[in-house]
C-alpha cells in the first residue's frame, strides 16, 4: 500500500482567505482524489487529480472555488479558496487504483476550521 | 439510481461480536470495501471483498456478501476498545471512483 502524507494536518482561517493542503505519495500514482468530510458525514469527492491535464470536479464543485495541481506522479495539492465557514471540514487525499482493483488509500486528513 | 445505506449506530460490550451491515444499489460493483476512520485520522483500508466471492475471513475481520440481496457486512470477532470508531462500507462504480456509505459509528461498552 502506498504512504500519503498531508500537510497541514489542521489550520484555522479567516474568512475571505485561501489555504492550499498538499498531499505527498512515496510512490508514483495513476490517480488522485481529493474528498470532503464535513463534520458527522460521509466523504464527497471533490475531484480527482490527473497528471499533466485539468483536474475532473464532480457536481457542486468548481476550479475557481478549488484549484487542483498535480505536476507528477506522485504530489498534489488542493487549494480551498475566499473561505466561509461553510469550508470548514476534513480534507482528505486519496490514491489508486491498485492492484488491480479499484482500492483507495488515504493519507490523514487536513482539517480546516474557517472562521 | 447510486446509493450506499449503513446505520448509523452499533453499540455493543468488549468481547462480544460486532456486525456492521450495508447495503448497496449497484450490481455491477466489482469490488465492497471496508474502512475504518478512528477520531481524528484518515480513512484506514480493511478489507475488501471481490463481487463472485460470498465471503472473506481475515484474523477477527469476516466480510460477508449476498450478492442477490445486495448486502455487505463485516462481523469484528472479540470486540475491542481499540475497534471504537467510524466504520464506512464503499462499492466501486467501475471507474475508479468508490460510493461511500455514511459510516457506522460502533460503540464499545465496558
Known amino acids: 500500500s502506498a504512504v500519503i502524507s498531508q500537510k497541514p494536518s489542521r489550520d484555522i482561517c479567516q474568512r475571505g482567505t485561501s489555504l492550499t493542503i498538499q498531499c505527498q505519495v512515496d510512490?508514483?500514482?495513476?490517480?488522485m482524489f481529493w474528498y470532503r468530510q464535513q463534520p458527522g458525514q460521509s466523504l464527497t469527492l471533490i475531484a480527482t487529480a490527473n497528471q499533466g491535464s485539468e483536474a475532473t470536479y464532480e457536481s457542486g464543485f468548481v476550479i475557481d472555488k478549488f484549484p487542483i495541481s498535480r505536476p507528477n506522479l506522485t504530489f498534489s495539492t488542493l487549494t480551498v479558496s475566499n473561505m466561509s465557514p461553510e469550508d470548514s471540514s476534513i480534507y482528505l487525499c486519496?490514491?489508486?487504483?491498485?492492484?488491480?482493483?479499484?482500492?483507495?488509500?488515504f493519507g490523514p486528513g487536513t482539517r480546516l476550521t474557517v472562521l | 439510481g447510486e446509493d450506499v445505506e449503513q446505520s448509523l449506530f452499533l453499540s455493543v460490550r468488549e468481547g462480544d461480536s460486532s456486525v456492521i451491515n450495508c447495503t448497496y444499489t449497484?450490481?455491477?460493483?466489482?469490488?465492497l470495501y471496508w474502512y475504518k476512520q478512528e477520531p481524528g485520522a484518515g480513512l484506514q483500508l480493511l478489507t475488501y471483498i471481490f463481487s463472485n466471492m460470498d465471503m472473506k475471513q481475515d484474523q477477527r475481520l469476516t466480510v460477508l456478501l449476498n450478492k442477490k440481496d445486495k448486502h455487505l457486512s463485516l462481523r469484528i470477532a472479540d470486540t475491542q476498545t481499540g475497534d471504537s470508531a467510524i466504520y464506512f462500507c464503499?462499492?466501486?462504480?467501475?471507474?475508479?471512483?468508490?460510493?461511500w456509505g455514511a459510516g457506522t459509528k460502533l460503540i464499545i461498552k465496558p
Open positions: 449497484d450490481s455491477s460493483s466489482t469490488y
Open positions: 486519496s490514491v489508486g487504483p491498485t492492484s488491480g482493483t479499484d482500492t483507495q488509500y
Open positions: 510512490s508514483q500514482v495513476t490517480m
Open positions: 464503499a462499492e466501486s462504480k467501475g471507474n475508479y471512483q468508490l460510493i
